[in-house]
């Protein structure tokens, strides 16, 4: 069913249902997210694409469209609201990009852009966290990731259905795992894939370290939002 | 080993959504969850081990390597420390000769904290194996420990005159209720439950959900949802099977009624889900227990079974057409799982962490199902209403909040324990009734509820309109620091974020930084602005209501007790935070230079 719903003041129509964040982006409005794919079941962890709706905050990949709705993306306090949690991502984990295999490809540093991000008003931490070499294709530089949850539910082995990577313990102490039995029986297509997908420099795949030279990297060439804006997949 | 596992596989038919009840029979088998086990249950469920330790390191209760004969877990809450909590720590420490988090020489105790356990009442409290030991002193503690070391089990001490598990007596062996003041709805002797039951099967479903609804019966686990509308839309969702659950997660730090109505009156609860289960057409039901509450689980079970005796649950209840069965889902730890979709996650075997929402529960729920869950209390209430009628409930309470409701009460007062109030009661009418000296704030509905005080909030009433109450209430007389349990309320919520979504999981330390700072007297005025707007983000931003709640206590505090705050902050001197620790930066420097720096070039 068609319904009309308003996004910053401009009447657009859409199917009922559909995610908010899609018929923003198909309608010109850009919403950040980090953990989100078009395409793929909601996620709903990085909270990065709150906007407002009917008078209160949600994440837009988690509200299905209904008749009326009223949605404000580029309103100033939700506006900072998204912008403060890119900063708590930056300061949560270690983030150096200029060393990053990932910079240029990166979602976080390609979204702490476009939220014109300058310095994160959180304090560092500065966690101490283990790198994990152990697997053959794949190394996971915990330091940046960001719990999104996208490897954990879209990657599985091909063979089982079982899950190749998973997060360990809760809150503060979680950290991303790797099943190595499982990881080194993928194929190079998924371990491209499971690396593509990672939105920051967390899941490297190995050997293939600063392939394309700066300047010619996904993001440099097309930034995050006119990706999203086209409808890509990021 | 491998038989083990295997005959722990095929109780459960190698069905994962029960591995919580897999992995508790292995740790009850074995001690704790070891790699090998983890292995041979990851086989047989054709999921990958990392995948099992997901679930089993969510958990707090789960242990996965040796952690002696003995474990004993010391509930260490805010009220636990008004009442002796160092000493009965201490004594610990002493006696076993360990510290907390370590296993001592022998491998007979492990020692490890735990968050608040239910027994407000009658804190400090210990849980030990799978039994509870309550109103600590040192001198309990050695006596205890002392039991122990001589070979006995913990079962045995706390239960020296050997009653049946499956008994009340067991149960009262261990903990006191302390019913203080009965009121109309809770705690009535001899109720004719078939008599109650037969009047329902002798409506239509719609009519039972019309008496729940037109009785404004509001859901008592917290956000008070009107549970005759929630029956409604689950009765009318579309599903092969529809599932009731009872929420006996009662994790709210200071809440302890749920386990007395389980305690004093399960069948009141278990009618109460057997008239749900009719009403919406269900024929499964599920009591979610938590693990500090294990000590009731033999006497649930035995109460099911006097049900199933009475023709109550089982097939053909009461000879007509209708079979309903309950069985009991242990928790393992966490607070989180009291969230609904949490619990429900939990329920299939998995790690508790909230869904995204829409889907409603009540939509797609336990199995993808719609699932109708409700607080102990809703249920006991329900089956009172159906014997009572909705009039005779509405006619107590106010207009938007009937009837009555139970609070769990501790801190600061003569009479700490269970009372029930008719909804609409002030703030300082209870604080006379419980015996309250001098109070200065009340911590209503836990640390995600809201702290009032006294002085400003007294005349404020109890009820969904004004101070929504989830039955934790905890009193604070004016000898007490506030902002030490507003640190503790946060160290809890970053303890028991789950961590999937960001606001939550970073936000929530920093704001304990920002409690720390204040405690050490280096927070200046900005900080306290921080807290405000990184306190709004969490509520707006968050997925789910821990962390929407997690900084109330600090907001709720620094509005009504403006004062204590602007009395420990200080002023910035210079161009410097007071944040901002001189020494500690430089010594990075000094530390570097000393390790890095080659002797000859110093
Ligand atoms: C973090 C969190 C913890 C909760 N803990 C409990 C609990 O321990 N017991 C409970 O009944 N409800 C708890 N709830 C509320 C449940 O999600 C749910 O609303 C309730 O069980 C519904 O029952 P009711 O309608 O009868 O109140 C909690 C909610 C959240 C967000
Ligand atoms: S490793 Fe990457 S994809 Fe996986 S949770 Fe971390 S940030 Fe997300
Ligand atoms: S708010 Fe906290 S507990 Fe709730 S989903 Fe987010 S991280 Fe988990």
């Known amino acids: 069913m068609s319904v009309r719903i308003t996004i910053d003041g401009k009447v657009v129509e859409a199917q009922e249902g559909e995610a908010l964040i899609d018929v923003a982006a198909d309608n010109g409005v850009y919403i950040p997210s980090l953990c989100y794919v078009r395409g793929k079941p909601c996620l709903g962890t990085c909270r990065v694409c709150s906007v407002r709706v009917n008078d209160s905050v949600m994440a837009s990949c988690t509200v299905p469209v209904t008749d009326g709705m009223e949605v404000k993306v580029n309103e100033p306090e939700v506006t900072d609201m998204r912008k403060a949690l890119v900063e708590l991502l930056f300061v949560e984990g270690n983030h150096n990009c200029p060393s990053c295999e990932k910079s240029g490809r990166c979602e976080l540093q390609a979204v702490g852009y476009e939220v014109d991000m300058m310095v994160s008003r959180f304090p560092y931490r500065f966690p101490v966290r283990k790198r994990d070499h152990v697997s053959k294709h794949i190394f996971l530089e915990r330091d940046r990731c960001i719990f999104c949850q996208r490897c954990v539910e879209f990657i599985r082995d091909k063979e089982s259905g079982q899950k190749i990577f998973s997060i360990d313990d809760r809150g503060t102490k979680a950290s991303i795992e790797i099943d190595v039995e499982l990881a080194d029986k993928m194929p190079p297509e998924q371990v491209r894939e499971a690396s593509d997908l990672c939105p920051v420099g967390c899941i490297i795949e190995k050997g293939r370290g600063y392939d394309e030279p700066i300047g010619q990297r996904k993001f440099e060439i097309q930034s995050v939002r006119e990706r999203a804006l086209m409808g890509d997949e990021k | ?602």
């Open chain 2, 1 to 602: 080993m491998h038989q083990q596992i295997q005959s722990i596989l095929s109780l459960y038919h190698c069905d994962k959504t029960r591995l919580i009840d897999m992995l508790w029979d292995v740790q009850k088998l074995h001690g704790y969850i070891g790699d090998e086990a983890v292995g041979l249950l990851s086989d047989g469920l054709n999921m990958s081990p990392l995948d099992i330790r997901e679930t089993i390191s969510f958990y707090h209760f789960f242990i996965t390597r040796p952690s002696g004969r003995h474990q004993v877990y010391l509930c260490d809450s805010v009220i636990a420390r008004m009442n002796g909590y160092e000493d009965v720590r201490a004594a610990l420490e002493q006696e076993v000769g360990c510290a907390f988090g370590e296993v001592n020489d022998t491998n007979i105790f492990g020692l490890f904290d735990t968050n608040c356990i239910g027994l407000s009442d009658q804190e400090p409290a210990m849980m030990v194996d799978d039994v509870v030991f309550t109103n600590l002193t040192a001198a309990k503690v050695k006596d205890i420990i002392g039991q122990l070391k001589q070979g006995k089990t913990a079962g045995e001490v706390a239960n020296s005159a050997g009653k049946d598990r499956r008994d009340v007596a067991y149960v009262n062996s261990l903990v006191s209720d302390n019913i203080r003041e009965r009121g109309e709805v809770f705690f009535k002797p001899g109720l004719d439950y078939k008599a109650i039951l037969r009047g329902c099967l002798n409506k239509i479903p719609s009519e039972i959900i019309e008496i729940v609804s037109s009785s404004n019966l509001r859901g008592r686990g917290g956000a008070g949802f009107p549970t005759g509308l929630k029956w409604r839309l689950c009765g009318e969702a579309e599903g092969t099977e529809k599932y009731i659950i009872c929420n006996a997660d009662e994790g709210e730090p200071g809440t302890f009624k749920d386990r007395v109505l389980l305690t004093r009156s399960p069948k009141d609860v278990l009618l109460g889900m057997v008239i749900a289960a009719y009403a919406i057409g269900s024929r499964v039901g599920i009591i979610y227990l938590r693990t500090e509450y294990r000590y009731l689980k033999d006497y649930l079970e035995q109460q099911l079974q006097e049900f199933r005796e009475d023709g109550l649950l089982g097939n053909k209840i009461l000879d007509t057409e209708f079979d309903f069965d309950i069985r009991i889902q242990m928790g393992a730890g966490a607070y989180i799982c009291g969230d609904e979709t949490a619990l429900i996650e939990s329920c299939e075997g998995k790690r508790g962490t909230p869904r995204v929402k829409p889907p409603y529960p009540i939509q797609k729920g336990y199995l993808g199902q719609p699932t109708c869950v409700n607080n102990v209390e809703t249920f006991a209430s329900v089956c009172r209403i159906l014997e009572k009628g909705s009039d005779w409930f509405k006619g107590m309470g106010t207009d938007e909040s009937t009837g009555t409701r139970l609070l769990s009460v501790s801190g600061d007062c003569e009479r700490p324990g269970i009372f029930e109030i008719e909804w609409g009661v002030t703030l300082n009418h209870v604080l006379e009734m419980v015996g309250a000296k001098d109070p200065m704030a009340v911590q209503i509905s836990g640390p995600s509820g809201e702290c009032v005080s006294v002085a400003k909030d007294g005349e404020r009433q109890i009820c969904y309109s004004d101070l929504s109450c989830n039955g934790s209430f905890m009193i604070f007389d004016k000898s007490r620091n506030l902002v030490d349990m507003i640190k503790s309320f946060m160290t809890f919520f970053v303890h028991e974020s789950c961590g999937i979504c960001v606001p939550c999981r970073a936000g929530g330390v920093d704001l304990l930084h920002k409690v720390e700072l204040l405690l050490a007297g280096r927070a200046c005025q900005k900080d306290l602005d921080d807290i405000v707007s990184w306190g709004a983000l969490m509520r707006a931003t968050s997925r789910c209501g821990l962390g929407t709640t997690a900084p109330r206590p600090l907001l709720t505090t620094m509005e009504k007790f403006p004062e204590l705050y602007q009395q420990i902050i200080v002023q910035s001197k210079g161009p410097l935070l007071p944040s901002f620790d001189l020494e500690e930066a430089l010594q990075g420097h000094e530390k570097a230079y000393k390790t890095l720096v080659p002797e000859e070039v110093k």
